[in-house]
T-cell receptor, first 111, second 115 residues
Framework: GIQVEQSPPDLILQEGANSTLRCNFSDSVNNLQWFHQNPWGQLINLFYIPSGTKQNGRLSATTVATERYSLLYISSSQTTDSGVYFCAVIPSGTSYGKLTFGQGTILTVHP | GAGVSQSPSNKVTEKGKDVELRCDPISGHTALYWYRQSLGQGLEFLIYFQGNSAPDKSGLPSDRFSAERTGGSVSTLTIQRTQQEDSAVYLC?????????????FGPGTRLLVL
Protein backbone atom coordinates (compact mmCIF):
# COMPACT_ATOMS: atom_id res chain seq x y z
CA GLY A 1 0.00 0.00 0.00
CA ILE A 2 0.87 3.67 -0.10
CA GLN A 3 3.54 4.90 2.32
CA VAL A 4 3.33 8.27 4.06
CA GLU A 5 6.36 9.75 5.78
CA GLN A 6 6.35 12.91 7.84
CA SER A 7 9.28 14.98 8.99
CA PRO A 8 10.55 16.04 11.37
CA PRO A 9 9.15 13.62 13.96
CA ASP A 10 9.55 16.21 16.71
CA LEU A 11 9.82 19.98 16.63
CA ILE A 12 10.32 22.41 19.51
CA LEU A 13 9.81 26.12 18.94
CA GLN A 14 9.70 29.36 20.83
CA GLU A 15 6.49 31.32 20.51
CA GLY A 16 6.61 33.55 17.46
CA ALA A 17 8.84 31.28 15.39
CA ASN A 18 7.95 29.90 11.97
CA SER A 19 8.08 26.24 10.95
CA THR A 20 7.65 23.91 8.00
CA LEU A 21 6.35 20.36 8.28
CA ARG A 22 6.77 17.93 5.41
CA CYS A 23 4.76 14.96 4.16
CA ASN A 24 6.12 12.61 1.50
CA PHE A 25 3.96 9.94 -0.10
CA SER A 26 4.95 7.02 -2.24
CA ASP A 27 2.22 7.03 -4.90
CA SER A 28 -0.13 9.43 -6.63
CA VAL A 29 -3.03 10.67 -4.55
CA ASN A 30 -6.39 12.29 -5.16
CA ASN A 31 -7.00 13.33 -1.58
CA LEU A 32 -4.63 14.77 1.00
CA GLN A 33 -5.64 16.20 4.33
CA TRP A 34 -3.67 17.87 7.13
CA PHE A 35 -4.93 17.48 10.70
CA HIS A 36 -3.96 18.91 14.07
CA GLN A 37 -4.51 16.59 17.02
CA ASN A 38 -4.90 18.73 20.10
CA PRO A 39 -3.86 17.65 23.62
CA TRP A 40 -7.35 16.24 24.19
CA GLY A 41 -6.98 13.93 21.21
CA GLN A 42 -9.39 15.66 18.86
CA LEU A 43 -8.38 15.58 15.19
CA ILE A 44 -9.04 19.01 13.75
CA ASN A 45 -9.21 19.51 9.99
CA LEU A 46 -6.66 22.02 8.76
CA PHE A 47 -6.61 21.60 5.00
CA TYR A 48 -8.01 19.46 2.24
CA ILE A 49 -5.27 19.92 -0.34
CA PRO A 50 -4.64 17.24 -2.97
CA SER A 51 -2.79 19.86 -5.04
CA GLY A 52 -1.99 23.55 -5.04
CA THR A 53 -1.70 26.06 -2.22
CA LYS A 54 -4.13 27.17 0.44
CA GLN A 55 -3.90 29.60 3.34
CA ASN A 56 -5.92 29.95 6.51
CA GLY A 57 -4.70 32.64 8.84
CA ARG A 58 -1.21 31.80 10.11
CA LEU A 59 -1.30 28.40 8.45
CA SER A 60 -0.75 27.58 4.83
CA ALA A 61 -0.16 24.39 2.88
CA THR A 62 1.25 23.44 -0.48
CA THR A 63 0.97 20.10 -2.24
CA VAL A 64 3.12 19.29 -5.26
CA ALA A 65 1.32 16.20 -6.45
CA THR A 66 3.73 15.47 -9.30
CA GLU A 67 6.63 15.30 -6.84
CA ARG A 68 4.59 13.51 -4.17
CA TYR A 69 5.00 15.82 -1.22
CA SER A 70 3.07 18.36 0.79
CA LEU A 71 4.26 21.11 3.13
CA LEU A 72 2.48 22.72 6.05
CA TYR A 73 3.71 26.15 7.09
CA ILE A 74 3.02 27.60 10.52
CA SER A 75 3.93 31.25 10.98
CA SER A 76 4.20 33.22 14.22
CA SER A 77 3.60 30.05 16.24
CA GLN A 78 1.56 30.17 19.44
CA THR A 79 1.43 27.80 22.40
CA THR A 80 -2.00 26.68 21.24
CA ASP A 81 -0.37 25.31 18.08
CA SER A 82 1.20 22.55 20.18
CA GLY A 83 0.07 19.02 19.43
CA VAL A 84 0.54 16.42 16.75
CA TYR A 85 0.20 17.25 13.06
CA PHE A 86 -0.87 14.45 10.74
CA CYS A 87 -0.86 14.17 7.01
CA ALA A 88 -3.28 11.62 5.52
CA VAL A 89 -3.79 10.56 1.92
CA ILE A 90 -6.02 8.53 -0.35
CA PRO A 91 -4.31 6.93 -3.36
CA SER A 92 -5.53 7.74 -6.85
CA GLY A 93 -7.82 5.11 -8.27
CA THR A 94 -9.48 4.43 -4.91
CA SER A 95 -13.21 4.72 -5.17
CA TYR A 96 -14.24 5.51 -1.64
CA GLY A 97 -11.35 6.82 0.38
CA LYS A 98 -9.94 5.28 3.50
CA LEU A 99 -7.20 7.59 4.74
CA THR A 100 -3.65 6.38 5.22
CA PHE A 101 -1.91 8.45 7.89
CA GLY A 102 1.69 9.39 8.43
CA GLN A 103 3.24 8.94 11.85
CA GLY A 104 2.84 12.61 12.67
CA THR A 105 5.02 15.52 13.75
CA ILE A 106 4.91 16.38 17.45
CA LEU A 107 5.08 20.16 17.80
CA THR A 108 5.80 21.86 21.10
CA VAL A 109 5.65 25.64 21.28
CA HIS A 110 7.14 27.22 24.40
CA PRO A 111 6.06 30.66 25.65
CA GLY B 1 -25.28 18.29 16.15
CA ALA B 2 -22.68 20.20 14.26
CA GLY B 3 -19.95 17.61 14.40
CA VAL B 4 -19.32 13.89 14.73
CA SER B 5 -20.09 12.65 18.23
CA GLN B 6 -18.93 9.47 19.91
CA SER B 7 -19.85 7.72 23.12
CA PRO B 8 -18.69 6.84 25.62
CA SER B 9 -15.72 9.18 25.86
CA ASN B 10 -13.86 6.68 27.98
CA LYS B 11 -14.41 3.01 28.66
CA VAL B 12 -12.58 0.77 31.10
CA THR B 13 -13.38 -2.92 30.88
CA GLU B 14 -12.05 -6.23 32.03
CA LYS B 15 -10.40 -8.67 29.69
CA GLY B 16 -12.96 -10.99 28.16
CA LYS B 17 -15.92 -8.60 28.37
CA ASP B 18 -17.76 -7.23 25.32
CA VAL B 19 -17.90 -3.48 24.58
CA GLU B 20 -19.99 -1.32 22.25
CA LEU B 21 -18.80 2.00 20.91
CA ARG B 22 -21.19 4.44 19.28
CA CYS B 23 -20.74 7.02 16.53
CA ASP B 24 -23.18 9.71 15.40
CA PRO B 25 -21.98 11.19 12.10
CA ILE B 26 -22.61 14.67 10.79
CA SER B 27 -26.20 14.88 9.59
CA GLY B 28 -26.45 14.06 5.90
CA HIS B 29 -23.03 12.42 5.64
CA THR B 30 -23.45 9.10 3.88
CA ALA B 31 -19.91 7.80 4.32
CA LEU B 32 -18.72 6.69 7.75
CA TYR B 33 -15.33 5.32 8.79
CA TRP B 34 -13.89 3.77 11.92
CA TYR B 35 -10.19 4.14 12.72
CA ARG B 36 -8.06 3.09 15.67
CA GLN B 37 -5.15 4.99 17.20
CA SER B 38 -2.71 3.08 19.34
CA LEU B 39 0.82 3.84 20.53
CA GLY B 40 2.52 1.17 18.53
CA GLN B 41 0.49 1.30 15.32
CA GLY B 42 -0.47 4.94 14.80
CA LEU B 43 -3.78 5.66 13.10
CA GLU B 44 -5.26 2.66 11.30
CA PHE B 45 -8.38 2.18 9.21
CA LEU B 46 -10.88 -0.38 10.47
CA ILE B 47 -14.09 -0.29 8.40
CA TYR B 48 -15.99 1.87 5.92
CA PHE B 49 -19.76 2.30 5.54
CA GLN B 50 -21.62 3.81 2.62
CA GLY B 51 -25.18 4.10 3.78
CA ASN B 52 -25.90 0.96 5.77
CA SER B 53 -23.58 -1.33 3.84
CA ALA B 54 -19.92 -1.97 4.60
CA PRO B 55 -18.03 -2.51 1.35
CA ASP B 56 -14.67 -2.53 3.10
CA LYS B 57 -14.09 -4.35 6.37
CA SER B 58 -10.47 -5.11 5.58
CA GLY B 59 -9.06 -3.22 8.57
CA LEU B 60 -10.90 -5.15 11.27
CA PRO B 61 -8.10 -6.92 13.17
CA SER B 62 -9.99 -10.09 14.07
CA ASP B 63 -13.43 -11.70 14.01
CA ARG B 64 -13.98 -10.36 17.54
CA PHE B 65 -14.58 -6.97 15.91
CA SER B 66 -17.83 -6.14 14.15
CA ALA B 67 -19.74 -3.02 13.21
CA GLU B 68 -23.12 -2.06 11.94
CA ARG B 69 -24.87 1.07 10.78
CA THR B 70 -28.60 1.62 10.89
CA GLY B 71 -30.77 4.15 9.10
CA GLY B 72 -27.75 5.45 7.26
CA SER B 73 -26.77 7.29 10.41
CA VAL B 74 -25.62 5.90 13.77
CA SER B 75 -22.92 3.23 13.78
CA THR B 76 -21.90 0.82 16.52
CA LEU B 77 -18.51 -0.89 16.76
CA THR B 78 -18.61 -4.01 18.91
CA ILE B 79 -15.56 -5.76 20.34
CA GLN B 80 -16.25 -9.20 21.79
CA ARG B 81 -14.07 -10.91 24.39
CA THR B 82 -11.80 -7.88 24.71
CA GLN B 83 -8.06 -8.35 24.99
CA GLN B 84 -5.45 -6.00 26.41
CA GLU B 85 -4.11 -5.30 22.92
CA ASP B 86 -7.52 -3.81 22.05
CA SER B 87 -6.71 -0.84 24.30
CA ALA B 88 -6.62 2.20 22.02
CA VAL B 89 -8.54 5.28 20.98
CA TYR B 90 -11.32 4.43 18.53
CA LEU B 91 -12.11 7.27 16.16
CA CYS B 92 -15.10 7.70 13.89
CA UNK B 93 -15.17 9.95 10.84
CA UNK B 94 -17.83 10.93 8.36
CA UNK B 95 -17.82 12.41 4.89
CA UNK B 96 -20.44 13.87 2.61
CA UNK B 97 -21.25 11.80 -0.44
CA UNK B 98 -19.42 9.09 -2.30
CA UNK B 99 -16.01 9.17 -3.94
CA UNK B 100 -12.87 10.56 -2.41
CA UNK B 101 -12.84 14.24 -3.27
CA UNK B 102 -13.95 15.68 0.03
CA UNK B 103 -12.80 15.93 3.63
CA UNK B 104 -13.37 13.43 6.38
CA UNK B 105 -14.37 14.90 9.74
CA PHE B 106 -13.46 13.12 12.96
CA GLY B 107 -15.21 12.71 16.26
CA PRO B 108 -13.47 13.09 19.64
CA GLY B 109 -12.89 9.36 19.98
CA THR B 110 -13.55 6.70 22.61
CA ARG B 111 -10.59 5.80 24.80
CA LEU B 112 -10.78 2.10 25.56
CA LEU B 113 -8.69 0.53 28.31
CA VAL B 114 -8.82 -3.23 28.77
CA LEU B 115 -7.50 -4.38 32.14
Amino acid sequence: GIQVEQSPPDLILQEGANSTLRCNFSDSVNNLQWFHQNPWGQLINLFYIPSGTKQNGRLSATTVATERYSLLYISSSQTTDSGVYFCAVIPSGTSYGKLTFGQGTILTVHP
Amino acid sequence: GAGVSQSPSNKVTEKGKDVELRCDPISGHTALYWYRQSLGQGLEFLIYFQGNSAPDKSGLPSDRFSAERTGGSVSTLTIQRTQQEDSAVYLCASRLGTGTLSSQYFGPGTRLLVL
